[in-house]
């Protein structure tokens, strides 16, 4: 037992722990911070796996990033403390049966594929920014550049979305325009 | 020749007073309606009294072709207007007794609202009438033929107000279209043989064509008939007639007595070539005559209604005339009709008369004693009953009567059978005609008579009167004296009968038995109705269901109605929800059930979506490890 | 550096999927089915990164990047339709959000 699989054990749980967390909670704010925490578990999950610029990403975009993001917009929704009591509501025991069901099936289709598939072997050796960068601005380069105008799209998308429309009520479209 | 050049004026006149009628008549005042009106029927019968001096001058048959009418084909009939003796007699009678029927009217018609209307539908009746007879080709014929079917219709329902007379209307319509379909394919037949429709044509090439008595030609002749019994109101379509009576009573008279319903008499009398080549058919027009003339009189015995008395006494004589025709005593036929026109006309008018003096009362055992109240329609009403029961030797039906139950028996076609019909058709006629006028005319007053005709009513019933009397002058029998005009007019169109030899020594005898015929008539009549009081409720009494069946004119259309129109309402009503639709239905309800059922896939429900996107992956994903 | 086998790191994604997809089928709040969503992104991220690392290849880590990519992109647009929705709703439930049914 060497330390990174201990590592690896470790912020493996931890990130398994924090993900069931983010699932059971009611109150949305506290799901966002199991939620950091559990991508914080995954990018040392990273690196003990050899991928240094990955685990860096993670950190920054998604627990940086994204998850600020949705954070930001549960402040702009403004919820009041009936938001959780409702989430309480919804989440009864009943709900869980069915898609419990269906993804233990599925766990044990993907296990089963997984250890009768020939997946072995070890991570031997980390693989560091400068191949990725190499690797990422040389053969993907055009997958780069499509990467920039999803996220592009997504810019305008969210614009166009996002905007508060003036409601503009005339008294025959009433119906009609919202 | 040159007066008939103008043959195609007769039609034309009452064409032109129907087309202005129907433009411009209803901003007209009523005296300018009636001058139109009648008008253009006077100019016509004194344009048919120029071209018949004319025509006697130079008999012979004259081919008037006014232009081509249309071209398909083999196909190319033209408005050719044809003259000879058999259509002269026939436009004389329309244009003359139309000419009198619409002086009458002008002033009967009077207080009605559509007056304007009543005139623009009878010229029209009038001018489809002449084309109908002077057709050259079966095409025009047949337009003629539909074109009084129409006017007929448009005047049964005239008062449409009340839905009786609108259903009366589209009975009468209906029964001659069933007839007018078999004449139609009849045309058809005739058409695919000859390969024209021109009547001249079709008369010299059929006994060529067809060999005597083949069941080619009995068939044309049996649709021809058809057309005929549906037109002129003999069995098994007669029943429209007695319903008919629902128009205004100048109708009645000039359509449903004197003209419209002899053309079946002049379709069969046109075309008897046809019907000479098969004896079946021939006999079939007698055998319907004689049975139609006696069902008719017998209902005519037991009407109540003034006009329907009338009108089963004209479905009775023309009866007369399908007899004549199928013991091939044409010219008897044509006397018949010529003298029929006159009396039924006249009988009409003065029913006319009556009914509005009487307020509209039709039942005539409401009437009596209108002899000493209305004693000029009693001369005119008693000269037309006494020419209707053949009363001997001063009326003209005597004479045209007489006539064709001489050739009933004595014809070489005829025989014993149809004699006797004719014979106790005669006893019948004269027993109905009695009661008549005894119980209108005779009697106590029952109802007061509030109006009294003008003489726009009268002088036609003088003239007809007259008319009634003495037309049967024109042709007597053989033992009487030499003065056969009718059939000697007709001789160059339509072929003598031929008698049975040895025979002309009964005609005395049989003379005498239809007078006995008639007078026993009379006299039971007489006896029934005026001798014994109360006599005939007892009569009644004794045989109240052959009574009823009889006023009931048989029970044809309670026949009809279970065979034809039962069926047909059950099966409209079965059918109610259309059966064939339902398929169609069925296949768009299987669409939209599954329509439905798709949809609810589609509840907008985002959990559900997902439950199918991960139950579908876990699908694939099965089958790609295990399969 | 040393062994971790690769086992290990693909059962985990695995687990946190199955996670992540439970919750995406258990909620009806829009905002915690989209945080399932990053979490289900997050798992496939993370076998492309270990697969990565068995082949001592760059090609995991700029799928990974990829991924990271469109998922920012998904959460911004995400985040704006949910803004639409809450606004014209009033309510994250996505039930009331059923108004384009079949």
């Not at chain 2, 000269?383 to 009363?391: D, M, N, Q, T, Y």
Request: with cysteine.
């Amino acid at each position: 037992m060497n330390t990174d699989l201990l590592i690896f054990f470790i912020s493996g749980g931890v990130a398994i722990v924090a993900t069931i967390l983010v699932i059971t909670q009611y109150n949305m704010i506290h799901a966002l911070l199991y939620l950091i925490v559990s991508f914080l578990a995954l990018a040392v999950v990273f690196y003990v796996l050899g991928a240094p610029f990955a685990a860096a990403l993670e950190v920054i975009v998604y627990a940086g990033a994204i998850v600020v993001l949705i954070i930001f917009v549960i402040m702009m929704l403004n919820l009041k403390k009936d938001a959780e009591e409702q989430e309480r509501s919804w989440l009864t025991p009943g709900v869980w049966v069915g898609p419990g069901i269906l993804c233990a099936i599925l766990m044990i289709e993907i296990l089963f594929v997984m250890l009768t598939g020939g997946f072995e072997g070890n991570a031997t050796q980390a693989v560091g920014a400068p191949e990725v960068g190499r690797s990422l601005y040389g053969p993907y380069l055009i997958a780069v550049e499509l990467s920039g105008l999803l996220l592009m799209a997504g810019t305008v998308g969210a614009y166009h979305l996002g905007r508060q429309r003036r409601k503009v009520i005339h008294r025959f479209l009433e119906m009609t325009d919202e | 020749m040159s007066t008939i050049e103008y043959l195609w004026l007769v039609p034309f006149l009452p064409l032109l007073g129907a087309l202005l009628l129907i433009v411009v008549g209803r901003s007209m005042s009523k005296a300018a309606i009636a001058w139109i009106g009648a008008g253009s029927v006077v100019l016509s019968a004194l344009v048919v009294i120029v071209i018949g001096i004319g025509f006697l001058s130079s008999p012979g048959v004259y081919e008037i072709s006014v232009w081509q009418w249309f071209v398909v084909g083999n196909l190319n009939p033209s408005i050719e207007l044809h003259l000879d003796a058999l259509s002269l007699i026939f436009i004389f009678v329309i244009t003359f007794v139309g000419f009198l029927i619409h002086v009458y009217s002008v002033e009967f018609m009077r207080e009605d609202s559509g007056y304007a209307r009543f005139f623009a539908c009878l010229n029209l009746f009038v001018c489809s009438m002449l084309l109908l007879v002077l057709a050259g080709n079966l095409v025009l014929l047949y337009l003629g033929w539909e074109g009084v079917g129409l006017c007929s219709y448009l005047l049964i329902g005239f008062w449409y107000e009340d839905p009786k007379n609108g259903y009366a209307a589209r009975k009468a319509f209906i029964i001659t279209r069933v007839g007018d379909t078999a004449m139609l394919i009849g045309l058809f037949l005739l058409f695919s043989t000859f390969s024209t429709l021109d009547i001249e044509t079709i008369l010299s090439a059929a006994p060529t064509e067809w060999e005597q008595g083949s069941s080619i030609a009995t068939l044309a002749a049996l649709l021809l008939l058809g057309g005929a019994v549906g037109k002129s109101a003999q069995l098994p379509l007669q029943n429209w007639l007695p319903d008919a009576m629902a128009g205004p009573t100048p109708v009645s008279a000039l359509i449903h007595a004197a003209t419209m319903v002899t053309a079946g008499v002049y379709l069969i009398a046109r075309m008897y070539v046809v019907f000479e080549l098969s004896p079946v058919a021939m006999t079939t027009v007698g055998v319907v005559g004689a049975v139609t003339l006696l069902i008719a009189g017998f209902s005519a015995i037991t009407q109540t209604d003034l006009k329907r008395v009338l009108a089963y006494s004209t479905i009775s004589q023309i009866g007369y005339m399908f007899l004549a025709l199928g013991v091939g005593a044409w010219s008897a036929a044509i006397f018949h009709f010529f003298t029929h026109a006159f009396f039924k006309a006249l009988l009409f008018l003065c029913a006319g008369v009556i009914i509005e003096a009487l307020h509209h009362e039709h039942d005539i055992f409401r009437m009596g004693g209108l002899r000493k109240q209305l004693p000029f329609v009693f001369v005119a009403f008693f000269a037309g009953a006494a020419s209707l029961a053949a009363l001997p030797l001063v009326t003209s039906g005597f004479y045209s009567k007489d006539m064709i139950l001489w050739y009933a028996w004595a014809g070489e076609k005829g025989n014993g059978l149809l004699y006797a019909a004719g014979l106790v058709g005669a006893l019948v006629t004269a027993l109905y005609t009695a009661r008549l006028v005894i119980v209108t005319f005779f009697g106590s007053a029952r109802t007061p008579v509030s109006k009294k005709p003008g003489w726009h009513m009268t002088l036609p019933l003088g003239v007809l009167a007259v008319l009634s009397i003495t037309t049967g002058f024109l042709e007597v029998p053989h033992n009487f004296w030499h003065g056969q005009l009718i059939s000697g007019f007709l001789s160059d169109v339509l072929p003598a009968t031929t008698i049975q030899p040895g025979s002309e020594a009964y005609e005395w005898l049989l003379q005498l038995v239809a007078v006995m015929a008639t007078l026993v008539g009379v006299f039971i009549g007489y006896y029934i109705y005026m001798a014994t009081p109360g006599l005939h409720e007892i009569v009644k009494m004794k045989m109240a269901p052959l009574h009823g069946l009889m006023q009931a004119g048989w029970g044809f259309d309670a026949l009809y109605d279970l065979l034809f129109v039962r069926p047909v309402t059950w099966m409209a009503r079965a059918n109610r929800g259309d059966i064939i639709d339902g398929i169609y239905t069925g296949i768009a309800w299987v669409t939209m059930a599954a329509n439905r059922a798709f949809a609810m896939t589609q509840n907008g429900v985002m959990r559900w979506y997902v439950l199918g996107i991960v139950v579908g992956a876990l699908l694939i994903i099965t089958l790609g490890i295990f399969v | 550096m040393n062994a971790i086998p690769i086992e290990y790191g693909l059962i985990l994604a695995g687990i946190l999927f199955m996670l992540g997809m439970v919750s995406v089928l258990i909620r009806r709040n829009i905002i915690f089915m989209l945080i399932s969503v990053e979490i289900m992104l997050n798992a496939a991220g993370l076998a492309f990164i270990v697969a990565g690392s068995k082949w001592t290849q760059a090609d995991g880590q700029i799928m990974f990047i990829f991924i990271l990519t469109m998922a920012a992109a998904e959460v911004s647009v995400g985040l704006a339709l949910i803004l639409q929705i809450y606004h014209q709703l009033k309510t994250l439930d996505t039930d009331a959000a059923n108004r384009m049914r079949g």
